[in-house]
């Protein structure tokens, strides 16, 4: 069994988090002990593992709620609202991921632009510099093409 801390730094989360998620209903499971404090299991800390995960993919604490009733619920015909649940928290999380991969290309982009305004040693037209490496890329892809069909 863990205490409150043991259990914070298991799953790798702050103890004022895993309080504030107690506090809301987010562990249901959790024992407590004669002086009203909670005790972790390993079974609780990877459920815990679980309500994180839907956290850190967005999923509303109200959700998470629902989740974990139809879990203790002990209705075993509720697996196929919990599966569709968890479809519908990885098309958020691979949406997320596609509009993060094009925030980093862009902050790519304006990397290797100031790397180079570096090498220059002065400004460079930003707009002009993306074009040319648009032109640079088409002409790759091309070449690749032309290799391909060798």
Same mark, same amino acid.
């Given at each position: 069994? /863990?205490?409150?801390?043991?259990?914070?730094?298991?799953?790798?989360?702050?103890?004022?988090?895993?309080?504030?998620?107690?506090?809301?209903?987010?562990?249901?499971? &959790?024992?407590?002990?004669?002086?009203?404090?909670?005790?972790?299991?390993?079974?609780?800390?990877?459920? &815990?593992?679980? $309500?994180?995960?839907?956290?850190?993919?967005?999923?509303? &604490?109200?959700?998470?709620?629902?989740?974990?009733?139809?879990?203790?619920?002990? %209705?075993?015909?509720?697996?196929?609202?919990?599966? =569709?649940?968890?479809?519908?928290?990885?098309?958020?999380?691979?949406? =997320?991921?596609? %509009?993060?991969?094009?925030?980093? %290309?862009?902050?790519?982009?304006?990397? %290797? /632009? /100031?790397?180079?305004?570096?090498? $220059?040693?002065?400004?460079?037209?930003?707009?002009? /510099?993306?074009?040319?490496?648009?032109?640079?890329?088409?002409?790759?892809?091309? $070449?690749?093409?032309?290799?391909?069909?060798?």
């Amino acid at each position: 069994m /863990y205490t409150m801390k043991q259990a914070a730094e298991l799953t790798k989360m702050s103890v004022h988090t895993l309080r504030f998620y107690a506090n809301k209903g987010l562990f249901p499971f &959790i024992s407590r002990d004669y002086n009203n404090v909670r005790w972790f299991s390993d079974e609780d800390i990877e459920k &815990i593992k679980v $309500v994180l995960c839907l956290r850190k993919t967005g999923m509303p &604490i109200s959700d998470i709620k629902s989740y974990l009733l139809m879990c203790v619920s002990g %209705e075993d015909k509720k697996f196929d609202k919990r599966y =569709e649940l968890f479809v519908r928290q990885e098309k958020k999380a691979v949406q =997320e991921l596609e %509009e993060l991969k094009e925030q980093i %290309e862009h902050l790519q982009l304006k990397m %290797e /632009y /100031y790397r180079e305004c570096i090498e $220059v040693g002065r400004h460079l037209n930003y707009y002009q /510099y993306v074009k040319d490496i648009e032109k640079r890329s088409k002409n790759r892809n091309a $070449v690749k093409r032309k290799k391909a069909a060798i």
